[in-house]
Every structure is written in structure tokens, then in C-alpha cells.
């Protein structure tokens, strides 16, 4: 294997970061299924309120959104506009 | 008096014509098959006693007060997987038992179970399939 | 630049090791890491044991057929348990790898990808745990629906395996039909891409968990409303499906790194490719969420329609609606793993 430069090294490390970033997608996946299931609920109990319940559900959704994509930005920017390789 | 006796004796008899049945098949198709006989016997007999050692330990744990319940379920089910430990290491270790045959044993009971319980009923099935 | 040479260093001393010891070495890391699937069913059987004490002290009359349905549930919740031994206990007493031809790197970090695959057992462990818990609830409080619950109950469990099944052909592949070991490429690659492929499949604990709670509460429904039980049925396997979705990524991204592995045959510095492949594996772990999530939902789902039948169609909207929101997150990292495997943007920056 050729020797490893300083650049390649930081490169390297950025794509496992980049990897282990998205595993902040976890939580909306399992908060965002929750408010699902509480829809399916609600809807359950009273069909007539559908459309605020579907409203209310996919805001909620929305919000929990974020984290998952502070994670998604994080790993676009380590891969796409690496900040890191200039300081070397 | 045990509530789980007539279940008991259910999933044994099907385990061992199913045993048979596998038995015969790995006979036929198989060259070298007694080594997978043993270990699909063997298989089936440990399988067979865990499933004994579950059900005494499920009819226990219903008497007992819910959280104790679970530690002591929890307590016999490594147990349980201990003796599964047990036997496939002496299946591999030992040259004549085929550890595959001893994996198919094993599993053979929890074939057993969906295939008698839970895909046994035909008109459940058409109904639930009947208009799409 | 010498202080960056340290990986290249412990690379090189790895790789002093003869085949058989580096093989053996991180077999046993693998045998150790499949084993954690092991507290799946041990939590799972717990669950049920806990729920069967509290429906027998409430009304032990009925206890003989809520016993018969916790211990078809039980005997079910194992396998998981049970397929990780045996994926252990091979690394250690017969292993396969130290006979294959092919790099000895790569054949050692098979190992542990196929320890890693074998960790998502417990999910399904712990799913099917809850699902023989409420058969055996659904089963005391309404005996004469106990045959119906506990089908769809067993129904639901099955469907929750798949998962498990999935890592295990992941693990089997790995350790006896090794497709990376005898490819043309760099060793530390493909080595990283076996551990990636493991890494992709722990999404699997997701929809384990999930399918098994759609079980549960399938079994739930159809205790309190059997005639419910045919849109009950349709909405768990549904919604189940759905939360396998994730679980089919991370198989998809195991199997394109197992067989058609983009990296090996690019230009570029190896260990940017290697991190790449393990950035890829790293990325599907995001699978559990949507897969826990989803089948939350479906479970949810299943439970609304088994109350009110009439008003499935309204039910399984939101349901699936919910349900594709969810999906998001997981639709990212399946877009990060895609883009690092076959649009590596880094190889240009060096």
C-alpha cells in the first residue's frame, strides 16, 4: 500500500464521518413513526377530524425532521465542500 | 396437571414425522448422510428438551408475580441457550456428527410450530385473501 | 509525512500474522459480536413471561390456553438466539475461512462482518418476545378467539424473522461462499467492504422490533374484535412490509458491496476507498429508526382497524402516510452509502 499523505488520511476520516452522521437518522425514523402510529389512532377514534389530524401529524413530522437533517447537511458538506483539507 | 401437555405432545409428534421425513430426503439426496442423521437427531432430541424446559418454565413463571416472573424466565432462557451452546459445539467438534444436521434439528421444532399453528387454518387464510 | 504512516504500519503488522492466526484472531472478535443478538430473545421472552404471570393472577381460569399461546411464542422468539450461536460457535470450533483461497485480510474481516450482520437477531428477539406477550393477554381475556389471536399472532412473528434471516444468509455468504476474497483489487477494500456489509445489515434490529410490536398488536385486535381479524391481518402484513423497507436497503447496499463492488476497480488513494466502504455501512445503521418507526405505525394501525373495522381505508391513509414521512432519514443515509460507493466525490480532492 502506497504511504498515506496527510490529505488522504483527513479525506479518509471525513467519509466515515460522513457515514456515521446519517446514524443521527435514527430518531426521526423512530419519532416520525410514532406520531404515524398516534395518527392512525386518532383517525381510528374520529375519521371526521382526518384532515387536522393529518395536518398536525405531518407538522410534527416535519419538526422532528431537523435533527435528521443537521445529520444530512454535516455529511453533504464532508463530502462535498470539505472545509477541512484547506487547514492542512 | 399441566395445562401445556396436550401442546406438548402436538409439537413432539409432528417434530419426529417431520424429523422422519427430513431424515428420509437427506437419505436420498445426500451421499454421505449419516453423520447428518446423527446430528439431525441429535438436533431434534436437545430441541425437543428445550421446548419441555420453555413450556415448564412459561407454566411456572404464569404463578409467579409479574416481575419475578420475567428475571426467572429471563434466568432460564440463558440457561437454555447455554445447552444450545453445548450442542453445537460437540456437533462440530465431533467428526460424526454433521453440524448442518444438528442446526436443521434444532430448527425443525419452530417449523413445526408455524406450520401447525399459525398456517393450519385454510379458510382463515381464503377469507383474509378472498377480494383482493 | 510520517506521523499518517501509523495506520499503514498497523496494517502491515496485521498482515505479518500468518493466515491462519489473523483468520482465527478476528474470528473470535466476530463470534463475540454475533452473540449480542443474544439478548434479544432473553429481553423478549422476559416480556411475555412478565405479561402471562399478570393475565394468569387475573384470571387463572383461562390460563391454559394463554399458557399454550406464550409458549408457541416463546419457542418462536428463540430462533434469533439460536442463529447467532450458531454463526458464533462456527467462527470459533469450524471455521470455514482459514480453508478458502483468497486474501487473508479480507477473509479475516469477513469474519466480522458476519458477526456484525448477526447483531440485528435482536431485533427480531425482542419483537416476537412482545408479540407471544400480548398473544398470551389477547388469548385470557377473550378464550374463544384465542385460536384466531394466536395465528396471527405466530403470523406476525414469522413475517418479524425475516430480518433475521436476511443477516444470516449475509453471515453464511461471508464465511462459506466468500465473493470478495478471490477479487482482483485491493486487500484493505475489500476487507473494509466485508466489514461494511456487516455494518449495513444491523439495520435490521428496526424492523425486527417494529414488525414484532404490528404482531402484538394484530394479536391484541383480534382478541378484543375477532370479526375484525381479516383487516386486522391485511393492515399488520401491510404496514410490516412497509417497515421492511429498510431492511431491503441495507440487503441491497451488503450485497452490491459483496458482489458488485464499485470501489475496488476506481483510481484513487486506497484509504479514502476503504473509508468509503465503511462510511457506506456505517450510514444504512440509520435503517433502524424508520424500521422501529414504521412498524410502530403499523401496529397502531392494526390496533384502529381492529376496533373499528368500517373505517380501514381512512386508518391505513394515515397509516401509510405516516409511515412514508418516516422513511425520510433512511432514504438519506441510503443516499450517502450511494454516493460514497459510486459517486465518490473525495478521490478528486486528494
Not at chain 3, 58 to 84: C, F, H, R, W, Y
Amino acid at each position: 500500500m502506497e504511504p498515506i499523505t496527510g490529505r488522504a488520511l483527513i479525506l479518509a476520516c471525513s467519509a466515515i464521518g460522513a457515514g456515521l452522521a446519517m446514524i443521527a437518522g435514527i430518531g426521526p425514523g423512530i419519532g416520525q413513526g410514532f406520531a404515524a402510529g398516534k395518527g392512525a389512532e386518532g383517525v381510528g377514534r374520529q375519521p371526521e377530524a382526518q384532515g387536522d389530524i393529518i395536518r398536525t401529524m405531518l407538522l410534527g413530522a416535519a419538526v422532528a425532521e431537523t435533527t435528521g437533517i443537521y445529520g444530512l447537511i454535516v455529511a453533504l458538506i464532508l463530502l462535498f465542500a470539505n472545509p477541512l483539507i484547506n487547514l492542512l | 396437571m399441566s395445562e401445556t401437555t396436550d401442546l406438548k405432545i402436538n409439537v413432539y409428534k409432528y417434530t419426529i414425522i417431520l424429523a422422519c421425513v427430513a431424515a428420509g430426503f437427506l437419505v436420498f439426496f445426500i451421499e454421505d448422510y449419516v453423520p447428518l442423521i446423527y446430528g439431525l437427531i441429535f438436533g431434534t432430541l436437545i430441541a425437543t428438551l428445550n421446548f419441555t424446559l420453555l413450556a415448564n418454565t412459561i407454566e411456572r413463571a404464569a404463578r409467579m408475580a409479574p416481575e419475578k416472573a420475567k428475571a426467572y424466565a429471563t434466568s432460564r432462557y440463558f440457561i437454555r441457550y447455554t445447552i444450545y451452546g453445548v450442542v453445537l459445539y460437540i456437533s462440530i467438534k465431533a467428526d460424526y456428527i454433521n453440524v448442518i444436521g444438528t442446526i436443521i434439528g434444532l430448527l425443525l421444532i419452530k417449523v413445526v410450530i408455524l406450520i401447525r399453528y399459525a398456517f393450519n387454518d385454510k379458510t382463515y387464510y381464503k377469507k383474509i385473501f378472498r377480494k383482493k | 509525512m510520517e506521523y499518517t504512516d501509523f495506520f499503514t504500519a498497523f496494517i502491515n503488522w496485521l498482515l505479518s500474522f500468518d493466515k491462519k492466526a489473523l483468520i482465527l484472531a478476528f474470528s473470535a472478535i466476530g463470534a463475540g459480536l454475533a452473540m449480542i443478538a443474544g439478548i434479544g430473545p432473553g429481553v423478549g421472552q422476559g416480556y411475555a413471561a412478565g405479561i402471562g404471570a399478570e393475565v394468569t393472577g387475573d384470571n387463572p381460569k383461562e390460563s391454559k390456553q394463554s399458557i399454550m399461546v406464550m409458549l408457541l411464542g416463546a419457542g418462536i422468539a428463540e430462533t434469533s438466539g439460536i442463529l447467532s450461536l450458531v454463526i458464533a460457535l462456527i467462527l470459533l470450533f469450524g471455521n470455514p475461512l482459514i480453508n478458502l483461497d483468497g486474501d487473508k485480510l479480507v477473509l479475516a474481516a469477513s469474519a466480522i462482518g458476519a458477526g456484525l450482520s448477526m447483531i440485528a437477531g435482536i431485533g427480531p428477539g425482542i419483537g416476537q418476545g412482545y408479540a407471544a406477550g400480548k398473544g398470551c393477554e389477547a388469548s385470557s381475556k377473550n378464550p374463544e378467539a384465542s385460536k384466531s389471536s394466536m395465528l396471527v399472532m405466530l403470523l406476525g412473528s414469522a413475517v418479524a424473522q425475516t430480518s433475521g434471516i436476511f443477516s444470516l444468509v449475509i453471515a453464511l455468504l461471508l464465511m462459506y461462499a466468500n465473493p470478495l476474497a478471490t477479487i482482483e483489487g485491493h486487500q484493505l477494500i475489500l476487507a473494509a467492504s466485508a466489514i461494511a456489509a456487516g455494518l449495513a445489515m444491523i439495520a435490521g434490529v428496526g424492523p425486527g422490533v417494529g414488525q414484532g410490536y404490528a404482531a402484538g398488536k394484530a394479536a391484541e385486535a383480534v382478541g378484543i374484535n375477532p370479526e375484525s381479524s381479516r383487516g386486522a391481518t391485511l393492515v399488520m402484513l401491510l404496514g410490516s412490509a412497509i417497515a421492511q423497507t429498510s431492511g431491503v436497503f441495507s440487503l441491497v447496499i451488503a450485497l452490491l458491496l459483496m458482489y458488485a463492488n464499485p470501489l475496488v476497480t476506481l483510481e484513487g488513494a486506497t484509504i479514502i476507498l476503504a473509508a468509503s466502504a465503511l462510511g457506506a455501512g456505517f450510514a444504512m445503521i440509520s435503517g433502524i429508526g424508520p424500521g422501529l418507526g414504521q412498524g410502530y405505525a403499523a401496529g397502531k394501525g392494526t390496533e384502529a382497524v381492529g376496533l373499528r373495522p368500517r373505517l380501514q381505508a381512512e386508518v391505513v391513509k394515515t397509516m401509510i402516510l405516516g409511515q412514508a414521512v418516516a422513511q425520510t432519514t433512511g432514504i438519506y443515509g441510503l443516499i450517502i452509502a450511494l454516493v460514497l460507493l459510486f459517486a465518490n466525490p473525495l478521490l478528486q480532492l486528494l
